[in-house]
């Protein structure tokens, strides 16, 4: 059932940012400039709407799409630590206490597939077989490092996304400088009193889409290191909840114990 929900998360969200794509490209084509159709979707192009250009919108907005979940997640994450899993009152947690603490998390319908509460059931899960303190530490911070490759390998897409973008801008540099010698190979083009204008408006073209490509990858990356940050920033203060209020407070006393 988890992944069938993030199937459709996923697919619902890409399917909205192709739809804002393609709008953005609409209102450009309707409102924009000459100048500005140039540059931002190659508007006066004979196979248009199929350009370079439009192709970078639709992948920058996936790529927004994406960041858009990712930072979701990273706020539900953050979310997790006003839950309330852990009683924070300081005292040592008997094994009923723990008992509790592991039934309240089963219970839960949603939410359990996030850090922070499957990092208490390991945790506990450990110490319930062990009773040992320090090979409960040794899961917890086993399953930090687990837990920071899964943010990691989450980004995959994205990092594939900022690296098509720019190669998008060179392929249109690459068409684009084609053509125009393409056209300038023509012996009929050369004699055409506007000959150096054609070729220099088709030549400026191709290094817009480049320049656009830049501008997009520039845009993803400074959203990405933010989002990011902030779901790393969120592992890092679960992990801290854990240790405050799991780890350093796992004991054995008799007279708390029989209390």
Request: charged share 20%; net charge neutral; glycine share 6%.
């Amino acid at each position: 059932m988890k992944h069938y929900r993030s199937f459709f998360r996923h697919a619902f969200v890409t399917l909205v940012s192709v739809i804002a794509a393609l709008v953005t490209i609409g209102i450009i084509r309707v409102s924009g400039s000459a100048l500005v159709q140039d540059i931002l979707i190659d508007g006066n192009a004979g196979y248009w709407p199929f350009t370079v250009q439009n192709i970078m919108w639709i992948a920058f907005y996936i790529a927004l799409g994406e960041l858009f979940l990712r930072w979701s997640a990273a706020t539900e994450e953050e979310n997790q630590l006003k839950r309330g899993y852990l009683p924070t009152d300081g005292v040592l947690l008997t094994a009923r206490m723990i008992d509790k603490i592991r039934d309240g998390i089963l219970n839960r319908r949603f939410g359990k597939e996030a850090f922070l509460p499957r990092m208490i059931l390991r945790t506990i899960d450990q110490y319930s077989m062990s009773k040992k303190e320090d090979q409960a530490i040794s899961v917890l911070n086993s399953s930090l490092e687990l837990y920071m490759h899964e943010i990691d390998l989450r980004y995959a897409p994205m990092r594939y996304l900022i690296w098509l973008i720019p190669s998008l801008g060179f392929i249109g540099t690459v068409m684009g400088i084609m053509l125009a010698l393409q056209y300038a190979g023509v012996p009929a083009n050369a004699q055409a009193d506007d000959f150096l204008y054609q070729v220099t408006n088709r030549l400026g073209v191709a290094f817009t889409t480049t320049l656009l490509a830049l501008l997009m990858s520039a845009v993803i990356v400074l959203i990405q290191s933010l989002v990011q940050a902030k779901e790393e920033r969120a592992l890092n203060e679960a992990g801290q909840y854990c240790l405050d209020n799991l780890i350093l407070r796992l004991g054995h006393d008799e007279s708390t114990a029989q209390a």
